[in-house]
């Protein structure tokens, strides 16, 4: 079984950056990359694994059980008598959440304020890429 890896583009597009970023890490030595027989650079999966987890654990985490945050750009928030609806795009991802309008109004959420997405669920389905 041959180890799986991915071209630096790939890595890029999972890790909501720029080719050029991913390829600075790697010159930098903060990845591990190797070359194919076309010269092209190939990460391995377990290695950007455990730079993601590296990089994760190195981010401040506020006092809160939710762990999964994702740092975006609010695109829209629609509000009515109660209730506000908000979508964030962070990296390749669009979140959307409901809350009290009074909420989003302490916030000062609008299009263009950068924000942190937090998610606690109970309930994560997982599935295979192309699946």
């Known amino acids: 079984m041959t180890e799986t ?11 909501g950056v720029s080719a050029d970023t991913v390829r600075r890490w790697v010159d ?11 010269g092209h650079r190939l990460v391995p999966a377990a290695e ?4 993601v987890r590296a990089e994760a654990g190195q981010a401040e985490l506020a006092s ?9 750009i609010v ?9 506000a609806q908000v979508e964030i795009q962070a990296g390749p991802f669009r979140l959307v959440s ?3 309008r009074e909420a989003a109004d302490e916030l000062g959420l609008a299009p263009g304020v950068v924000a942190d997405a937090v998610v ?3 309930n994560v389905v997982v599935e295979l890429a192309g699946q």
């Open 48 to 51: 950007l694994a455990a730079f």
């Open 120 to 122: 606690k669920s109970t």
């Open 28 to 38: 930098g030595g903060r990845l591990a990359a190797s070359r194919d027989e076309h």
């Open 75 to 83: 695109t829209d928030v629609r509000r009515d008598g109660v209730m």
């Open 64 to 72: 809160s059980s939710a762990r999964n945050r994702m740092r975006g």
């Open 5 to 15: 890896t991915f071209r630096i583009s790939e890595a890029a597009a999972l890790l």
């Open 98 to 100: 409901l809350m009290s």
